[in-house]
């Protein structure tokens, strides 16, 4: 069933994405987005070698808060705004949960609009990507 | 880490300058490859039909994604794969680098198909007190996206942190 404005409230929990890429995740990522940087697929690269690992793209953290608001929307409506801060690395082959809020839902100028809490937990409980979402909902 | 630091009249000058236009594309082939490397499930990714009987005029652009800058060798960047000449280069001296955040503000929609004129800014530099980093140098881009029909379809802000 489509997801309605109406039947949404605030403080409900947006349905969680689990995600544990590996190597070749991020190489298909890599070549998706256009981000070569070794540093998050060459482990021979002198900052991966200094870390002990290579590091999952940023972006691909934030593309992954995208995919859990689109997963949750399921195309009844689109997103105005996504934003997400970058607070800590993640690793290749380690989970990270992310998941949302609904912090508050409002009209103005005729549109139903959302506002969402974004977040990317690591094994440790670390919130190494927190984001926010606007979003428009069709009714 | 450095323990003085101040923006210079010559690097807020730079603040407002617009990079030559650079062109990106969206098709149905770069979407997939964009929503396969997230690893999106979600058929209206990857199926024309799908997409249509979802209300879509194409494959549309999963969030984030804002299509793929044209390569050409020479003057691309072989790293990041954007245009080299893309915003001014602040000479702060300042060796560490960080990704502070993204954000990304819709006007309209992206879909397979559209091809886009992208042109980048310094907007914003601001000087903050870290306790573990000292003086941070904080770089605001801001990179506009206008679609074939001139319609800005897309403002994206990214924050680079120098220390």
């Known amino acids: 069933m489509a997801l309605k404005w109406d039947s949404i409230q605030e403080g409900d929990a947006l349905p969680e994405l689990r995600k544990k890429p590996g190597v070749t995740q991020l190489v298909k990522y890599a070549a998706g987005g256009g981000d070569f940087n070794p540093l998050h697929h060459d482990y021979a690269f002198p900052q991966a070698k200094a870390l002990g690992s290579i590091i999952i793209h940023g972006r691909f953290k934030y593309a992954s808060l995208g995919e859990l608001v689109s997963n949750w929307l399921g195309h009844a409506g689109r997103i105005r705004r996504l934003s997400c801060q970058y607070r800590g690395m993640d690793f290749p082959d380690k989970e990270f949960v992310l998941g949302g809020t609904v912090k508050r839902k409002w009209e103005e100028n005729g549109e139903k609009l959302a506002e969402l809490e974004l977040r990317a937990m690591n094994e440790e409980g670390k919130d190494t990507t927190p984001g926010q979402a606007i979003v428009v909902l069709d009714a | ?163």
């Open chain 2, 1 to 163: 880490m450095a323990e003085e630091f101040e923006i210079t009249e010559e690097m807020r000058s730079l603040i407002g300058k617009e990079s030559p236009p650079w062109t990106y594309e969206l098709t149905t082939t770069s979407v997939r490859g964009f929503a396969r490397g997230v690893g999106y499930t979600d058929p209206v990714y990857f199926d024309v039909e799908a997409a249509k009987a979802a209300g879509y005029r194409n494959l549309p652009a999963p969030p984030t994604y804002l299509g793929t800058p044209v390569f050409i060798p020479g003057q691309s960047s072989d790293t990041f794969s954007g245009p080299i000449n893309s915003a001014p280069r602040v000479e702060h001296g300042l060796t560490g680098l960080l990704d502070g955040g993204t954000e990304t503000e819709y006007f309209g929609d992206l879909c397979a198909g559209d091809t886009l004129t992208v042109v980048s800014k310094l907007a914003g530099l601001d000087v903050r007190q870290s306790r573990s980093l000292g003086k941070m140098l904080i770089s605001t881009t801001e990179t506009t996206y206008t679609n074939q029909d001139g319609k800005v379809v897309a403002i994206q802000r990214g924050q680079a942190i120098f220390y």
